[in-house]
């Protein structure tokens, strides 16, 4: 991580009782010394199984999440990461108001969880709020990105 500053919250998904739902967190930047424009995250479920994943977002990534929240807002569903050995998956559930997230891990690790939750209406513009709280405080590096690959 780039500071001590407290990590800012991508994405969050609760139910109506608060306590269950998945929350992608940016904890700063992964390796700021040597790359300015990845973002070093985790994945949070909390539920009657909970766990923490740890993601390296690339700028593309948070692009990927830009046109994800389009989709949510006209009610559609989107797959997040799914290039690498984590998957997020995000889906209304039709004819309710139940939204479905689902994590799934690579083969190697079997994890697969899928979690429906009710959440505020506002769940959309809220997450779109958070997403562009991140963008501000992380914008794209100039010079074409020198991460690696």
Not at 3 to 10: K, Q, R, S, T
Not at 19 to 33: L, S
Not at 35 to 45: F, G, R, T
């Amino acid at each position: 991580m780039e500071d001590n500053a407290a990590p800012l919250e991508l994405f969050r998904l609760t139910g109506e009782s608060g306590t269950d739902g998945v929350t992608v967190r940016v904890r700063g930047r992964y390796r700021p010394e040597e790359y300015d424009d990845l973002l070093d995250a985790e994945i949070v479920v909390h539920s009657a199984v909970s766990g923490q994943f740890r993601v390296i977002l690339f700028p593309e990534d948070l692009d990927e999440w830009d046109g994800a929240l389009e989709e949510f807002a006209a009610g559609g569903a989107a797959g997040w990461l799914g290039e690498r050995q984590l998957t997020m998956h995000v889906e209304p559930v039709r004819g309710t108001s139940c939204v479905k997230v689902r994590i799934h891990a690579d083969p190697v690790t079997g994890i697969d969880l899928s979690l429906p939750l009710l959440p505020a209406a506002t769940w959309v513009g809220d997450n779109r709020a958070r997403f562009d709280r991140v963008r501000a405080a992380y914008p794209e590096a100039d010079g074409g990105g020198d991460g690696p690959g």
